[in-house]
């Protein structure tokens, strides 16, 4: 981001430490908010997002807006030397609105248009509540634009869903009128012959449901680009305003990722965050992760969030803010447990050390009310500062305050992993193989693990991003490969890059239809090879892979393939494919592109990506840790920062390979052995280069 642009927030020098505040749910007990200011002083918070649902009580009726209870809050804010992330309040709307303008409900994709209440859940076409949207968020651009404390603009909440309304209707098809044309360009992209589907002209055309058409493959995924757009365009409806009032003021909106089941390691795939991200300033996400959950290790759940914040870090290639996390427990996971001793700490550094410079809370107190009234908060019920989760904010906002020069510093991966959502909507539409389910973001992850295990950084990348910059790019089942992206890989591998791909390479193109004349051509040239069936097994079917002196279990998918080039690095042991090559390498131009045919577990991974990664010749670290305990850096132009972190319910340890200081503590440790107490850190500051 360009500090220049906004002066004000390149001054802050702090990491930020706060979260959500709801004062005007608490603006008939003064004394609350009087006790909220000490507080915060004391959790050594400095930023609050405020007025984030807080519409009713900025305009109780329409055209009569009370600012007086907000202006307060930001000035007090002010005076406790702290920050505000003002709202726009867009997330959920007043009683009145939904009652004197129907349109502004949501209709589902069954055609139900729905009653007010909740939140999320305007419809991103309604004039009128564009219109509404657009006064108010004006009034306040207007009114705090220039405010000392206002840091950033927080546009709207978690913004997902859509909504299938006439006028939404009507949108999509202007927008496919413009991006085909003529429906006869449509017809051609969809294959709509199949089934009879051809459409006459666009006002046939209907979104997709499950009373309706769902099985147009193209249309799904021109519904969810759709749906992206008309949320970006609304997004930049509401961002108008404040633009051209304060330019000088960074805009972000919170993006989410799904962490919550044990098969989610990736962000939340409503929206094509690729896209959305060249909309905002500061790239920020809320982050839920279910710690100490009873199907996982904690090493494990904190790869998946890693894969995560590598993924919004590299949206911009600069540092994002956790805008939401809980200091405890959440209230709507399946079983909503405390964090335990120490996890806080460890939870907040494993963010910095991926590149957050913001640890920020849902939610600063406890409501006493409503469905969220048992989420965790900085301030409990109990309104103390002696319980533990206040004692542990405390410790982070000390933590955070003595590390505050990691802020801006960067993650210099030269390893890439490509996630792209587009992907994910396609592969899910996919039906055949295993229609239990695919698996792509697990294995997306699979793939990210091999490095999290070696402590070596990783981008994770949509597939559009420039590739030129990575000495190795990994593409895990990129099922769905345009043309064009088979170009920029060709060119990427042609000009010295690696390139690893897997099973379901290139099998169909953006509109999701397969390529014509099986696997495509500009691929057989890269990868030296034919792929010539996907074979899908049973759960409980197992093949193996004779790998590098080892034996290797593969399941759920192999490829059969045929050398045109490419030499067979492993292979089939099993089944009427035994002795066929289930992986590849082939040089190409002054690279090399790999191929892996089957899923197979993170031994194999390991022991592929390792071979990989020895030829590389990374930069050293200046630790070395043992399984469980994991180091990642970040650089700033002097300095490399070095985060140790112990995700062992056990004492850990790690060697220094020079003396170093440790932020946290403000030790110097010499080199040689140390122990960390479990889920222990440290953030060692070291001179760029390392001594031998
Ligand atoms: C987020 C949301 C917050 C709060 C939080 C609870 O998704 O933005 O307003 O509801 O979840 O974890």
């Given at each position: 981001?360009?500090?220049?642009?906004?002066?004000?927030?390149?001054?802050?020098?702090?990491?930020?430490?706060?979260?959500?505040?709801?004062?005007?749910?608490?603006?008939?007990?003064?004394?609350?908010?009087?006790?909220?200011?000490?507080?915060?002083?004391?959790?050594?918070?400095?930023?609050?997002?405020?007025?984030?649902?807080?519409?009713?009580?900025?305009?109780?009726?329409?055209?009569?807006?009370?600012?007086?209870?907000?202006?307060?809050?930001?000035?007090?804010?002010?005076?406790?030397?702290?920050?505000?992330?003002?709202?726009?309040?867009?997330?959920?709307?007043?009683?009145?609105?939904?009652?004197?303008?129907?349109?502004?409900?949501?209709?589902?994709?069954?055609?139900?248009?729905?009653?007010?209440?909740?939140?999320?859940?305007?419809?991103?076409?309604?004039?009128?509540?564009?219109?509404?949207?657009?006064?108010?968020?004006?009034?306040?651009?207007?009114?705090?634009?220039?405010?000392?404390?206002?840091?950033?603009?927080?546009?709207?909440?978690?913004?997902?869903?859509?909504?299938?309304?006439?006028?939404?209707?009507?949108?999509?098809?202007?927008?496919?009128?413009?991006?085909?044309?003529?429906?006869?360009?449509?017809?051609?992209?969809?294959?709509?012959?199949?089934?009879?589907?051809?459409?006459?002209?666009?006002?046939?055309?209907?979104?997709?449901?499950?009373?309706?058409?769902?099985?147009?493959?193209?249309?799904?995924?021109?519904?969810?680009?759709?749906?992206?757009?008309?949320?970006?365009?609304?997004?930049?409806?509401?961002?108008?305003?404040?633009?051209?009032?304060?330019?000088?003021?960074?805009?972000?909106?919170?993006?989410?990722?799904?962490?919550?089941?044990?098969?989610?390691?990736?962000?939340?795939?409503?929206?094509?965050?690729?896209?959305?991200?060249?909309?905002?300033?500061?790239?920020?996400w809320?982050s839920?992760p279910?710690?100490?959950?009873?199907?996982?290790?904690?090493?494990?759940?904190?790869?998946?969030l890693a894969?995560v914040n590598?993924?919004f870090r590299?949206?911009?290639?600069?540092?994002f803010l956790i805008?939401?996390s809980?200091?405890?427990?959440?209230?709507?996971?399946?079983?909503?447990?405390?964090?335990?001793?120490?996890?806080?700490?460890?939870s907040a550094v494993a963010c910095l050390a991926h590149g957050a410079d913001a640890i920020?809370?849902?939610?600063?107190?406890?409501?006493?009310?409503?469905?969220?009234?048992?989420?965790?908060?900085?301030?409990?019920?109990?309104?103390?500062?002696?319980?533990?989760?206040?004692?542990?904010?405390?410790?982070?906002?000390?933590?955070?305050?003595?590390?505050?020069?990691?802020?801006?510093?960067?993650?210099?991966?030269?390893?890439?992993?490509?996630?792209?959502?587009?992907?994910?909507?396609?592969?899910?539409?996919?039906?055949?193989?295993?229609?239990?389910?695919?698996?792509?973001?697990?294995?997306?992850?699979?793939?990210?693990?091999?490095?999290?295990?070696?402590?070596?950084?990783?981008?994770?990348?949509?597939?559009?991003?420039?590739?030129?910059?990575?000495?190795?790019?990994?593409?895990?089942?990129?099922?769905?490969?345009?043309?064009?992206?088979?170009?920029?890989?060709?060119?990427?591998?042609?000009?010295?890059?690696?390139?690893?791909?897997?099973?379901?390479?290139?099998?169909?193109?953006?509109?999701?239809?397969?390529?014509?004349?099986?696997?495509?051509?500009?691929?057989?040239?890269?990868?030296?090879?034919?792929?010539?069936?996907?074979?899908?097994?049973?759960?409980?079917?197992?093949?193996?892979?004779?790998?590098?002196?080892?034996?290797?279990?593969?399941?759920?998918?192999?490829?059969?393939?045929?050398?045109?080039?490419?030499?067979?690095?492993?292979?089939?042991?099993?089944?009427?494919?035994?002795?066929?090559?289930?992986?590849?390498?082939?040089?190409?131009?002054?690279?090399?592109?790999?191929?892996?045919?089957?899923?197979?577990?993170?031994?194999?991974?390991?022991?592929?990506?390792?071979?990989?990664?020895?030829?590389?010749?990374?930069?050293?670290?200046?630790?070395?840790?043992?399984?469980?305990?994991?180091?990642?850096?970040?650089?700033?132009?002097?300095?490399?920062?070095?985060?140790?972190?112990?995700?062992?319910?056990?004492?850990?340890?790690?060697?220094?390979?020079?003396?170093?200081?440790?932020?946290?503590?403000?030790?110097?440790?010499?080199?040689?052995?140390?122990?960390?107490?479990?889920?222990?850190?440290?953030?060692?500051?070291?001179?760029?280069?390392?001594?031998?």
């Amino acid at each position: 981001m360009s500090l220049e642009k906004f002066p004000r927030y390149g001054q802050e020098k702090r990491l930020l430490h706060g979260g959500d505040y709801n004062p005007d749910q608490w603006l008939k007990y003064p004394q609350v908010l009087a006790d909220d200011l000490e507080l915060m002083k004391d959790a050594r918070a400095n930023a609050f997002s405020v007025g984030i649902f807080a519409w009713s009580a900025l305009e109780p009726e329409e055209g009569r807006f009370e600012f007086d209870w907000l202006d307060k809050i930001v000035d007090d804010i002010a005076g406790i030397g702290a920050k505000a992330i003002i709202a726009t309040p867009s997330g959920a709307r007043p009683a009145w609105l939904s009652k004197k303008y129907p349109e502004v409900l949501r209709v589902n994709a069954r055609r139900e248009r729905q009653l007010h209440g909740g939140r999320h859940n305007h419809c991103q076409s309604s004039p009128a509540y564009r219109e509404k949207v657009g006064i108010i968020n004006r009034k306040l651009a207007q009114r705090y634009g220039s405010h000392p404390a206002l840091l950033m603009w927080h546009v709207s909440n978690e913004y997902s869903g859509h909504c299938h309304c006439p006028l939404c209707q009507e949108n999509f098809r202007a927008w496919l009128e413009k991006k085909y044309k003529t429906i006869d360009v449509l017809n051609d992209a969809y294959w709509s012959a199949f089934w009879s589907h051809t459409y006459g002209d666009f006002s046939q055309v209907e979104s997709p449901s499950p009373i309706g058409e769902s099985m147009v493959h193209a249309l799904n995924l021109d519904w969810n680009r759709f749906v992206t757009d008309i949320t970006i365009d609304f997004y930049r409806h509401e961002a108008a305003p404040l633009r051209e009032i304060s330019p000088d003021v960074p805009i972000t909106t919170n993006f989410m990722g799904e962490l919550s089941q044990p098969w989610q390691s990736h962000p939340f795939a409503g929206l094509d965050y690729a896209k959305f991200a060249h909309e905002v300033d500061v790239v920020s996400w809320d982050s839920y992760p279910p710690w100490h959950n009873d199907y996982e290790t904690t090493e494990n759940l904190a790869s998946r969030l890693a894969f995560v914040n590598d993924y919004f870090r590299a949206l911009k290639n600069a540092p994002f803010l956790i805008l939401e996390s809980t200091p405890s427990a959440v209230n709507w996971h399946p079983v909503n447990k405390a964090k335990r001793p120490g996890m806080h700490m460890l939870s907040a550094v494993a963010c910095l050390a991926h590149g957050a410079d913001a640890i920020m809370y849902f939610q600063w107190r406890k409501s006493r009310g409503s469905s969220e009234k048992f989420h965790g908060a900085v301030v409990d019920h109990d309104g103390s500062r002696e319980n533990r989760v206040f004692k542990d904010v405390k410790a982070v906002g000390e933590m955070l305050e003595r590390v505050s020069e990691i802020k801006g510093s960067l993650t210099p991966a030269r390893v890439a992993l490509v996630y792209d959502v587009e992907n994910f909507w396609a592969l899910s539409d996919a039906q055949g193989f295993d229609n239990g389910d695919k698996k792509y973001p697990q294995t997306a992850h699979a793939h990210y693990k091999a490095f999290w295990d070696a402590n070596v950084p990783v981008d994770v990348i949509p597939a559009d991003r420039d590739l030129s910059r990575y000495d190795l790019v990994v593409a895990p089942m990129p099922y769905m490969t345009s043309d064009a992206r088979i170009e920029a890989l060709k060119a990427y591998v042609a000009g010295g890059g690696i390139l690893v791909a897997t099973y379901f390479l290139g099998i169909v193109d953006e509109n999701d239809l397969v390529h014509p004349g099986g696997f495509p051509a500009g691929l057989r040239e890269v990868f030296g090879i034919n792929v010539l069936e996907t074979d899908t097994l049973y759960p409980k079917d197992k093949n193996r892979i004779a790998f590098g002196g080892g034996s290797y279990d593969a399941f759920d998918y192999c490829a059969l393939v045929e050398l045109r080039g490419a030499r067979a690095i492993g292979e089939y042991a099993n089944d009427f494919y035994a002795g066929s090559p289930a992986a590849t390498a082939h040089d190409y131009g002054k690279g090399r592109a790999y191929f892996i045919g089957a899923r197979t577990g993170g031994d194999f991974l390991r022991g592929f990506y390792g071979e990989i990664l020895r030829g590389m010749k990374l930069p050293e670290l200046p630790v070395q840790v043992p399984a469980g305990v994991s180091a990642q850096v970040r650089e700033s132009e002097s300095h490399r920062y070095c985060f140790v972190m112990n995700y062992r319910e056990e004492e850990g340890g790690f060697a220094l390979k020079q003396e170093a200081r440790d932020l946290i503590s403000g030790r110097t440790f010499p080199r040689g052995e140390h122990r960390l107490i479990p889920y222990g850190v440290r953030i060692f500051k070291t001179e760029k280069t390392i001594e031998a």
